[in-house]
């Protein structure tokens, strides 16, 4: 399942069936900081009713389908954060409106020309919010078993709703935890 110690930027968290907690439930997070301090991130499989038009209007277009703000998480959710896959062979380090987290995965300025950025990208995703843990709090949650911590894929960031992220990033990681994948949520209607 992970431990605390495994969780680096770039990262997911995969919520165990048992959390049930509104916020997380069946939730895949992508870790972006890891440190001493704190845990930050984004759920990557909470779209809105939102259209990124509506809010950023000039990064509306360039938004991977569906356009729609993605709830990132419980905290500050008036705050806007975007994450770029980039093209393979682009230079994440040579971007100079992007941050990156890792590999192709980066953090962009929404402050930037958008632009200068979309011939790099193979897609951006944009989130209200975000997910984070005070120091030792996300230790916590893991050791109870709260949460899966796995690799991500660059494509993780860009999924559309519609091919249940949870599943296939539980199904990808082979037995035994392909099998939570299968977990019907609430036991009892089993």
């Known amino acids: 399942m992970g431990s605390d110690a495994d969780v680096k930027p770039g990262t997911l968290l995969v919520a165990a069936p048992q959390l049930l907690d509104d916020n997380f439930r069946r939730t895949v ?15 990557l499989n909470r779209p809105s009713e939102v259209a ?7 990064w509306g277009g ?15 959710q008036r705050t806007a954060i975007c994450l770029a896959a980039l093209h393979a062979g682009e230079d994440i ?5 992007v941050v990156g987290v890792r590999g192709p995965v980066g953090l962009v300025d929404l402050e930037s020309d958008p632009g200068e950025l979309v011939t790099r990208t193979r897609g951006m995703r944009f989130f209200a919010g975000y997910a984070g843990w005070e120091a030792e709090q996300l230790a916590g949650e893991i050791d109870r078993g709260d949460w899966v911590v796995v690799p991500s894929l660059p494509d993780d960031v860009i999924t559309t709703p519609a091919e249940d992220l949870w599943g296939r ?3 990808r990681q082979g037995a035994p935890l392909a099998f939570l994948a299968t ?7 089993n």
């Open 52 to 58: 990124v038009h509506d809010v950023l209007p000039e």
């Open 62 to 76: 360039y938004a991977s389908e569906p356009q729609s703000l993605f709830v990132g998480g419980p905290v500050e």
């Open 183 to 189: 977990h019907p949520g609430d036991v009892q209607l």
């Open 29 to 43: 997070v992508f870790v972006i900081h890891h440190r001493d301090q704190g845990t930050l991130g984004v759920v």
């Open 169 to 171: 990033v539980l199904r």
């Open 93 to 97: 380090e040579a971007a100079t409106s």
